[in-house]
């Protein structure tokens, strides 16, 4: 029954349906406040490390990868990294601060090599001579020692052995201080980034590749002063000390607002999933009650099919939801409160929890004839719809595998088999096909006549035969739908047993009597 039945049949207000409606709202609500504070932090991780490339690193050019391809290149990419690295508080248009005792020897900034104890390469006569293990030569810089490392000159001392060379890495942290979250008057994060210059010659090939890493870490600022931000940051200079102790105390509030709130969305999820457990429970009790009755009265068993209609399938998506609404709501306390920084984890779980809080309000919509359509052909075409995307994922499959190995060195899109399925499948829905074929290398006619059969027998095969059918597919289970609604349909067991009651829901019938003794979370008879 449709809340409106169960309200007319047994008087009970439809307080679940006002208690899901809620939870949309305030469960969508801190969705977006926890996406617009998540925003500035991806923002400033990623401004901070698109500035650490262009600080850093020699001659870097956006969306460009980055090399050197001889010594002298890559002496002068090690010196200017130093000399940038040295010279940060005068050229920086950012404050930034350096972390002592993070690299080698208690240093600020490691440089170090990795290389092979022993190494020969003679091309001419075809011969080498390997140690394959690693050796690891490091040395350390201190900011603070600056003249002083600048006249020893220990880092323009620092000679790389070619032959044998496996890589090259600077590792160095700086500090930074993110203001920006003082626009949603949140206390400002202190960042402390990892940073890790990589230059690559495990391949030998003449191109040595540079990369340039950032991982950052978030923690709460000590003694934090703000003012002069409207009336809830306190005054002006005339009073400074008022005004930041006035401001730290509105921030605080706020911040236990937002906490307050939190904890607010994970109790009612959690009454929510208490309810929702509660159905679960009563449609299995009756599930039992209705197969023993089969088998003692009847003599019969009960068909899978038929059991299966007890367990209401909404309710197990609602109960994942509030599941994870509630421990994505812990997580935003934590990082609210600075004692963690999972920001990717906390959006995982708050945003698939608000995709099936919304889709669960489809199940409200299917008590109505007319808007029950999307879910009754989604559920007559799923079988055949499985059956089918497995057949068609095993030659899916087979044409990523090939386009990797084969294609995958002459062709961007097919380097690694992630690109290769990723590319396919914009091909399945027509998109960049153009691109695809010219961005094919002619490196020999062999392959790239290989490469116009292996696009052209994909597109055809997946374009017009099997997105049609998987078109089809759907469009008979609907076709199915809509003739049923016009013939006899097959009643099963349950609805047999079901339709011998003639009573209306407003009959009065099945409303339980004023006294009955009934707990909230138990079932009653």
């Given at each position: 029954?449709s809340?409106?039945d169960?309200?007319?049949?047994?008087?009970?207000?439809?307080?679940?349906l006002?208690l899901?409606?809620?939870k949309?709202?305030?469960?969508t609500?801190?969705?977006v406040?926890?996406?617009l504070?998540?925003?500035m932090?991806?923002?400033?991780?990623d401004?901070?490390?698109a500035?650490?490339?262009?600080?850093?690193?020699?001659?870097?050019r956006?969306?460009?990868?980055?090399?050197?391809?001889?010594?002298?290149?890559?002496?002068?990419?090690?010196?200017?990294?130093?000399?940038?690295?040295l010279?940060?508080p005068?050229?920086?248009?950012?404050?930034?601060?350096?972390v002592?005792?993070a690299?080698?020897?208690?240093?600020?900034?490691?440089?170090?090599?990795?290389?092979?104890?022993?190494?020969?390469?003679?091309?001419?006569?075809?011969?080498?001579?390997i140690?394959p293990?690693?050796?690891?030569?490091?040395?350390?810089?201190?900011?603070?020692t600056?003249?002083?490392?600048l006249?020893?000159?220990?880092?323009?001392?620092f000679?790389?052995?070619?032959?044998?060379?496996?890589?090259?890495?600077?590792?160095?942290q700086?500090?930074?201080?993110?203001?920006q979250?003082?626009i949603?008057?949140?206390?400002?994060?202190?960042y402390?980034?990892a940073?890790?210059?990589?230059?690559d010659?495990?391949?030998?090939s003449?191109?040595?590749?540079?990369?340039?890493y950032?991982?950052?870490?978030?923690?709460?600022c000590?003694?934090p002063?703000v003012?002069?931000h409207?009336?809830?940051?306190?005054g002006?200079?005339?009073?400074?000390?008022h005004?930041?102790?006035?401001?730290?105390?509105c921030?605080?509030a706020?911040?236990?607002?937002?906490?307050?709130?939190?904890?607010?969305?994970a109790?009612v999820?959690?009454?929510?999933?208490?309810?929702?457990g509660?159905?679960?429970?009563r449609?299995i009790?009756?599930?039992?009650?209705?197969?023993q009755?089969?088998r003692?009265?009847l003599?019969?068993?009960?068909?899978?099919s038929d059991?299966m209609?007890?367990?209401?399938?909404?309710?197990?998506?609602?109960?994942?939801?509030?599941?994870?609404?509630?421990?994505?709501?812990?997580?935003k306390?934590?990082i609210?409160?600075?004692?963690?920084?999972s920001?990717?984890v906390?959006g995982?779980?708050?945003?698939?929890?608000?995709?099936?809080?919304?889709?669960?309000v489809i199940?409200?919509l299917?008590?109505?004839?007319?808007?029950?359509?999307?879910?009754?052909?989604?559920?007559?075409?799923?079988p055949?719809?499985?059956?089918?995307?497995?057949?068609?994922?095993?030659i899916?499959?087979?044409?990523?595998f090939c386009?990797?190995?084969?294609?995958?060195?002459?062709?961007?899109?097919f380097?690694?088999l992630s690109?290769?399925?990723?590319?396919?499948f914009?091909l399945?829905?027509g998109?960049?096909?153009?691109?695809?074929?010219a961005?094919?290398?002619?490196?020999g006619?062999?392959?790239?006549?290989?490469?116009?059969?292996y696009?052209?027998?994909?597109?055809?095969l997946?374009i017009?035969?099997v997105?049609?059918?998987?078109?089809?597919l759907?469009?008979?289970?609907?076709?199915?739908?809509?003739?049923?609604?016009?013939e006899?349909?097959?009643i099963?067991?349950?609805h047999a047993?079901i339709?011998?009651?003639?009573?209306?829901?407003?009959?009065g019938?099945f409303r339980?009597p004023?006294?009955?003794p009934?707990?909230?979370?138990?079932?009653?008879k």
């Amino acid at each position: 029954m449709s809340p409106c039945d169960k309200y007319h049949a047994k008087g009970r207000k439809p307080f679940k349906l006002g208690l899901q409606l809620l939870k949309i709202v305030i469960v969508t609500v801190q969705l977006v406040m926890f996406g617009l504070s998540n925003q500035m932090v991806v923002t400033f991780k990623d401004e901070n490390t698109a500035a650490f490339k262009h600080l850093f690193l020699k001659g870097y050019r956006d969306n460009n990868p980055h090399a050197v391809y001889t010594q002298q290149e890559l002496y002068g990419l090690i010196n200017f990294t130093i000399s940038q690295y040295l010279s940060l508080p005068q050229i920086s248009l950012a404050q930034y601060a350096y972390v002592t005792n993070a690299g080698v020897n208690g240093s600020s900034l490691s440089l170090c090599q990795r290389y092979y104890r022993r190494g020969s390469i003679v091309p001419v006569n075809d011969t080498f001579d390997i140690d394959p293990h690693v050796v690891t030569d490091c040395i350390g810089l201190n900011p603070l020692t600056k003249a002083s490392a600048l006249d020893n000159g220990d880092f323009r001392n620092f000679t790389l052995k070619f032959y044998k060379l496996i890589n090259v890495t600077m590792d160095f942290q700086l500090k930074a201080i993110n203001i920006q979250t003082i626009i949603n008057n949140e206390i400002p994060d202190c960042y402390t980034f990892a940073i890790t210059i990589l230059m690559d010659n495990q391949a030998h090939s003449g191109k040595v590749k540079v990369r340039l890493y950032n991982q950052p870490s978030i923690k709460e600022c000590k003694d934090p002063n703000v003012s002069g931000h409207g009336e809830c940051w306190g005054g002006g200079a005339n009073e400074l000390s008022h005004g930041l102790s006035h401001a730290v105390k509105c921030t605080a509030a706020e911040n236990y607002a937002r906490e307050f709130f939190d904890v607010l969305v994970a109790l009612v999820c959690l009454l929510s999933l208490l309810l929702c457990g509660r159905s679960i429970v009563r449609g299995i009790l009756l599930q039992h009650e209705f197969a023993q009755f089969f088998r003692s009265r009847l003599c019969r068993g009960v068909s899978w099919s038929d059991r299966m209609e007890f367990i209401n399938g909404w309710y197990l998506l609602l109960i994942i939801s509030d599941v994870f609404t509630i421990i994505g709501s812990f997580i935003k306390i934590g990082i609210e409160s600075k004692n963690i920084a999972s920001y990717d984890v906390c959006g995982i779980l708050l945003g698939t929890s608000t995709l099936l809080v919304w889709v669960g309000v489809i199940r409200y919509l299917s008590f109505f004839q007319k808007y029950n359509i999307l879910i009754v052909t989604l559920r007559a075409a799923f079988p055949n719809v499985i059956r089918f995307c497995c057949c068609a994922a095993a030659i899916y499959m087979g044409y990523c595998f090939c386009g990797w190995i084969v294609l995958g060195p002459y062709h961007v899109k097919f380097r690694t088999l992630s690109l290769a399925s990723e590319c396919l499948f914009s091909l399945i829905n027509g998109d960049d096909m153009f691109v695809t074929f010219a961005q094919m290398e002619h490196s020999g006619t062999m392959v790239w006549i290989f490469s116009q059969v292996y696009l052209y027998s994909f597109i055809s095969l997946f374009i017009y035969m099997v997105l049609s059918l998987f078109i089809a597919l759907i469009t008979g289970a609907y076709d199915t739908i809509m003739a049923q609604t016009q013939e006899q349909v097959r009643i099963t067991d349950l609805h047999a047993f079901i339709a011998e009651c003639t009573d209306t829901p407003s009959s009065g019938k099945f409303r339980v009597p004023e006294g009955s003794p009934c707990s909230f979370l138990c079932c009653c008879k």
